[in-house]
C-alpha cells in the first residue's frame, strides 16, 4: 500500500482517490476550529497562496477527537475557516485519528512516521509532509507553526 491507494470523504461525503494529488507536494493536517492552535489556519493558508502554483497541496481533516474542539459540521467548520482564515485549500469531511473508526489514511501516516507518542496523534494540527512520490518525509507536531515548514516545501517542489 502507499498513499494513493486510499480513499477519503471530501466536505460533502463523497468519496475522493488520493490519486488525485499524485505528482504533488502534500501536507496532510488534522485541524480544529476551537484549539489554540487554530490561528495557524492563516499559517496554512499563506504556505498554499505562496506553493500552490508550484505543486503544493494542503489536505486539511477536522477532528473532535481532541477535547471536542471541532464540534461543528462540515458545513460550519468550512465557513469558519473560510471567514476567519480565508481557507482555500481542500477541506474534507470530518474524522477520528486515533483507536478504533481511525481514518485508514491516518493509520497509514502514523505507521510511516511515528510521533512523541509512537503511532498515535498527541493533539489537533499534527502535520505530515508527503513529497511527489507518495513519500511520507517528516511528520510535525502541533507546536511546529506551519511558517517552521516552509523550507522544507521549498525544497520538495
Known sequence: MNIYDYMVKDRSGNEISMEKYKGNVLLIVNTATGCGFTPQYKGLQHLYDKYKDRGLEILDFPCNQFANQAPGT????????????????????????????????????????????????????????????????????????????????????
Do not use: H
Open 74 to 157: 462540515e458545513q460550519e467548520i468550512t465557513e469558519f475557516c473560510q471567514i476567519n482564515y480565508g481557507v482555500s485549500f481542500p477541506m474534507f469531511s470530518k474524522i477520528k485519528v486515533n483507536g478504533k473508526g481511525a481514518e485508514p489514511l491516518f493509520t497509514y501516516l502514523k505507521s510511516q512516521k511515528k510521533g512523541s507518542l509512537g503511532g498515535t496523534i498527541k493533539w489537533n494540527f499534527t502535520k505530515f509532509l508527503v513529497d511527489r512520490e507518495g513519500n511520507i518525509i517528516e511528520r510535525f507536531a502541533p507546536n511546529i507553526e506551519p511558517e517552521q515548514i516552509d523550507s522544507k516545501i521549498a525544497e520538495l517542489l
